[in-house]
C-alpha cells in the first residue's frame, strides 16, 4: 500500500500547499524560469574553474564560516559605500528571503506583498510558520505609493516583500513607493532586487535609501544577470544589525567553499558578465514591440522577461508553442502568458512559434 502525504503527521499549516515549481521539458527552446540563456563567457568559465579547483584541495576542511572575501565581493559589486559588514549571502536569493523569514517572521508574525508578485514570497512565509497577507496592485500591475503606504499600515506586517521589478509582471516600482512603505510600517521591509541589472541604467536602486533606515533590506541575486542560477548565489544589503540577526538562523557552514569559490570569481568578472544584459534587454524590448503586433498586450518590463495580456485561451496559446519546441508559463493570471528574453535566436524560434499559432483577441 502506498502511503499517501495526507497519511503523514504533517503540519497542520503545511496541508494543502503546493511545491513551487515550473514545468520542466527537453523542449529546443525554454523560456519559462526566468534564466539567463547565455552561457558563461568561455574566459569567464576558466577562471572560475580554476577557483573551484584551488578550493577543492582543501574540501576536507569546513569553509569559511563567514565567507568574507565572498561579502567583500559584493560589497564592492554594489558600491554605494557599502562594507561586508553590510553583505550576507545564501545558496539562492530564496535561502535569503528565508532566513529574514526565520529571524523576524514566524509563528504569530505576518508577511505582507502586492499581488501579483513573487510565488515564493507566500510558500515561504507559511514554511516559517508566518501568516501571508495579500496586497493589491493597480490594474497596471503597478503600485500607488499612497495606497501601498495605506494597505501595509492596515495589514500591520511584521514583513513586506517589496519585488522592485515585479515578478511575474516586470513592472517596475518607484522609490517613492518604497519610501512610503517604509514609513508606514515598523516591520523590515525587503526590497527584492533580483532583476535591478535589467532596469534601465539610470534608474536608481533602492540601495540609495539603506542609509538611516535600519530596517530596509535589499535583496539580490546572481542567477539573473550574472547567468549563475545553477550556482545558487544570492545576497542582500542591510545594516550590519540585520546581518546580525540572520547568523542567528543560518545553518553552520551553509555556504560551500565550492560556491564561495565560484561566485567570488564570477565577480571578478562582473563587467564581462553583465554585457550579456544589454543582449537580452534588446530581445526583452523586441518581444514587445512584435507581441504589440500581433494584437497582444504587453506590460512594461524592467526585468529579462515580459508579460502579456489579451490572450483569449491561455492553454491553447501554451500547448500550441509547446508542439513548437517552446515553452513559456503560465503564471496563473487570467489570459495572461509570460515568455523569458533568451538569445536572438531563441526569441526569433518563439515569435515565430507565436505568429503561427495566432494572433491576439
Known sequence: ?????????????????TPYGAPQAALPVALNVNENTHPVPEEVADD??????????????????????????FAQYLGHG??????????????????MLQAFGGPGRRAFGFAPTYSMYPLLTRATGAEWVAGRRREDFTVDPEDAARQVADAGADVVFLCAPNNPTG??????????????TDGVVIVDEAYQEFAPREEPSALTLLPGRERLVVSRTMSKAFAFAGARVGYLAADPAVVDALRLVRLPYHLSALTQAAATAAL?????????????????????ATLQALGYRPYESWTNFVLFGGVDDPRAVWDGLYERGVLIRDVGIPHHLRVTAGTEEETTAFLDALASVGSGA
Do not use: K
Not at 578550493?55 to 565572498?70: C, I, K, M, W
Not at 571578478?268 to 514587445?288: E, F, K, N
Open 268 to 288: 571578478q568578472h562582473a563587467p564581462t558578465m553583465l554585457r550579456m544584459v544589454d543582449d537580452i534587454v534588446a530581445q526583452r524590448d523586441r518581444i514587445s
Open 82 to 99: 557599502l562594507e561586508a559588514a553590510n553583505i550576507w549571502a545564501a545558496n539562492g536569493s530564496n535561502e535569503v528571503l528565508q532566513h
Open 1 to 17: 500500500m502506498t502511503t499517501r502525504l495526507e497519511d503523514l503527521p504533517l503540519r497542520d499549516d503545511l496541508r494543502g500547499m
Open 48 to 73: 572560475i574553474l580554476d577557483a573551484v579547483a584551488l578550493a577543492l584541495r582543501e574540501v576536507n576542511r569546513y569553509p569559511d564560516r563567514e565567507f568574507t572575501g565572498l561579502r567583500e565581493g
Open 171 to 184: 513592472t517596475p516600482m518607484g522609490l517613492d513607493a518604497i519610501r512610503a512603505v517604509y514609513d508606514a
